[in-house]
């Protein structure tokens, strides 16, 4: 059976401090909710801390994003070596924001994931249309093309280690969100597309999110669809009581 993952994509907000401070609030609340895994994606200069304030809790840390070369002249970027050492596990790739404001594609998406991959962080690849899409009906010929191109070359068994995040990008951070049915079918057309290409066993398998707008009052009911695995959840997952309610929903 698939797990559930809720994870939080904190973007570009908390201090290290902040970070200590959250992470030892939120333990306790979500102690023992272990029906789902429970992944805090966090900015760079806060995964040391983090990683030491979420040790031995059921907490497990990523980063927003990762460089796709070992090392070199990259000034700015963060290989997966870098954070595999310091204790990450998880990273988002491909959201949305890092397609929109800093040029990243289909291709980028898929040299990352690789790399990650190869580290052995697990990854959470997000895709998902823009409204323009979603209003001309081609929301699944997008989402399928995205998923072919993002995995490109990945094996199944490489396949294992990634969760999909499906962020209709007219419902991020807009208090728009899909409609429960919208995001089962989307998300089920993503499934129909990882049938297509590794077979109906690893389509069964893989964990994919619904993103988007996801928060405290209407997570049960996203949860609740057959193809929606857990949320990537941004705005509500900065809020210990927010992000705890929605761990519960999905227990
Ligand atoms: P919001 O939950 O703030 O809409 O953000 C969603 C998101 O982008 C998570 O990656």
Redesign the pocket.
């Known amino acids: 059976m698939r797990r559930t993952v809720i994870a939080g994509?904190w973007k570009m907000n908390m201090t290290p401090k902040a970070t200590r401070a959250f992470i030892t609030e939120l333990a306790p609340m979500v102690a023992g909710l272990d029906k789902c895994d429970i992944v805090l994606c966090v900015p760079y200069v806060d995964i040391a801390t983090a990683v030491e304030a979420a040790a031995g809790t059921n907490i497990h840390i990523g980063a927003e994003n990762v460089h796709f070369e070992k090392s070199g002249a990259f000034t700015g970027e963060i290989s997966a070596e870098m954070l595999t050492e310091i204790g990450t596990e998880y990273v988002?790739i491909g959201?949305s924001e890092r397609r929109t404001y800093f040029g990243e594609t289909d291709a980028t998406v898929n040299l990352r994931t690789k790399a990650a991959l190869a580290a052995g962080l697990k990854v959470i690849l997000?895709l998902g249309e823009v409204k323009e899409e979603r209003l001309s009906g081609i929301t699944n010929e997008i989402v399928a093309m995205q998923t072919k191109l993002d995995l490109a070359g990945i094996s199944a068994e490489e396949l294992k280690n990634v969760i999909i995040?499906y962020?209709p990008v007219w419902?991020?951070?807009t208090g728009l969100t899909a409609t429960p049915e919208q995001a089962d079918e989307t998300c089920g057309v993503i499934r129909s597309v990882i049938a297509e290409l590794y077979g109906a066993a690893a389509a069964e398998e893989i964990t994919i999110q619904y993103?988007?707008?996801?928060n405290d009052a209407n997570a049960a009911e996203l949860l609740s669809k057959p193809n929606v695995d857990g949320g990537?959840?941004?705005?509500?997952s900065l809020k210990t009581d927010k992000f705890t309610t929605i761990v519960k929903a999905a227990n």
């Open positions: 994509n988002v959201h997000c995040a962020e419902a991020i951070g993103g988007g707008s996801m990537l959840i941004g705005g509500a």
